[in-house]
């Protein structure tokens, strides 16, 4: 298993406070020199460290950037990410039965879709290495922000989509605001395969979640959700449920929590647990939790109504399972229709979410009827990309139009 240990005298490789660790081997990494994405010496995942990390009282502001002191950078390509709304959600909390259920609506985030924290730290990033032209594999919306942030930044954008498997709203961002999209006849592990492999030669700056800078700014999810809460109810969550596909933000809230607790912020005891959620159709990672491997098995054939997570091969997993272990959480897997019943009761609660976002709470639901989560927990479920991106979704889990003449009576008549 991964060594994920922070603290220790910086490394000689350090600049301006940062550098990049491999959790496997221990190596670092400079950060700023070379492009890099993966351990030269051992090809384990990337972690950025710090010489120090910040207490709570270091932020001011708003949005992500509130969080500069917990980043790599000062200021990035920003077009105002983050400060999402925490929404109570009253229906949902009755008919669950847990005490106080909040969601955690990365929807509202520029594009619609968490993705933008990480853009907005991964675009500045690739802007000080000076590359010349960004790219991504994605199921959509990671495709969406990086087109947004690649325009804001003036960088060429190159983006691998899984032919027919992408929503909509997602393909039409990509597409205006100026990506360069290729449709490929594979699914997104294949054109995650085929990025990766650009990338090694040099075409392009990878900027999926295994770019460690990336996962930087999606930490900020956590330390909005604890400051929320905090605000909101005077305690931070026990529990936090989230939907997972390559795992990155499973990954970036560890992260997150581990940060806190070296800064001497936060006691291990009280990380929330990190309860991932997967369709039954695309579920390696609840695979692995449910049976106490080290390891994820790649899923070669993957299918689900949540095209946002229609992923076989998490790429994060040896980040994220040791963070659903030593926070005390689990995994479970969800069907598309729990993930559809759940996306109808958040927008009963007033919630507009695509249905990837629905499995945290189809997730929720389906543990506490098993009795995995207790009645009395204070969760918070993280719902990641916006209802409009996936109008197909949308109208098909909504009610049916009437169709009626074009006078008053005639629609008193249907009334
Ligand atoms: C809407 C949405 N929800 C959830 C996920 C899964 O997040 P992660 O890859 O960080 O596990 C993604 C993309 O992967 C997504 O687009
Ligand atoms: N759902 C994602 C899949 C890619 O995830 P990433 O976080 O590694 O970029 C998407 O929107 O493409």
Redesign the pocket.
């Known amino acids: 298993m991964a060594d994920l240990t922070l603290g220790g005298e910086p490394p000689a490789v350090m600049t301006d406070g940062v550098w990049l660790a491999c959790i496997e081997c221990g190596e670092t990494v400079a950060p700023y020199d070379d492009v890099v994405y993966r351990c030269p010496d051992c090809d384990g995942l990337l972690e950025v460290r710090y010489e120090e990390y910040p207490t709570f009282e270091a932020f001011e502001g708003t949005g992500v950037w509130r969080y500069a002191d917990a980043l790599p950078l000062a200021e990035g390509v920003s077009i105002k990410e983050g400060n999402t709304p925490l929404y109570t959600v009253p229906e949902i909390e009755a008919d669950v039965g847990v005490a106080d259920v909040r969601v955690k609506h990365e929807g509202m985030n520029p594009t619609g ?1 968490f993705k933008d924290r990480g853009m907005t730290v991964g675009v500045k990033v690739a802007d000080r290495l000076g590359v010349d032209r960004l790219a991504c594999a994605s ?4 495709s969406a922000a990086l087109a947004c942030y690649g325009a804001r930044a003036d960088t060429e954008v190159l983006v691998l989509l899984p032919a027919g498997k992408v929503a909509a709203g997602k393909v039409a961002q990509a597409s205006l605001h100026g990506a360069r999209i290729l449709e490929v006849e594979g699914n997104f592990d294949a054109c995650l395969d085929i990025v990766a492999d650009l990338a090694d030669r040099g075409e392009a700056y990878l900027l999926n ?1 295994i770019n460690p800078f990336r996962l930087e700014g999606q930490k900020t999810i956590g330390l909005e959700i604890l400051e929320q809460s905090l605000a909101e109810t005077g305690e931070w969550p026990d529990r936090i449920v989230l ?8 990954a970036a809230l560890y992260k997150c929590f581990r940060e806190l607790v070296e800064a001497g912020a936060m006691e291990e005891e009280e990380m929330p647990a990190l309860t991932g959620v997967q369709a039954e159709g695309a579920a390696p990672m609840v695979e692995a939790v449910r049976e106490g491997n080290d390891e994820v098995r790649r899923w070669e054939d993957v299918e689900t109504i949540a095209t ?2 229609r ?1 076989g091969n ?1 790429v994060n997993a040896p980040k994220a399972l040791p963070g659903v272990k030593a926070t005390g959480g689990t995994a479970v897997a969800v069907s598309d229709e729990e993930i559809t019943d759940a996306q109808r009761a958040l927008a009963r609660d007033g919630v507009g979410v ?1 249905p ?2 629905a499995a945290s709470v189809a997730g929720l639901r389906k543990l506490r009827a098993e009795g995995e989560i207790e009645a009395d927990e204070q969760v918070v479920c993280l719902t ?2 916006h209802l409009l991106k996936d109008p197909d979704a949308a109208a098909a889990a909504g009610g049916d139009m009437t169709s009626v003449p074009a006078d008053t009576e005639g629609v008193l008549d249907v009334l």
Request: glycine share 18%; charged share 5%; proline share 9%.
């Open positions: 879709a199921t959509g919306n990671t979640s939907p997972v596909g390559n795992a990155g933000n499973t946002a997570i992923i998490p695509e990837a976002s990641t990309g």
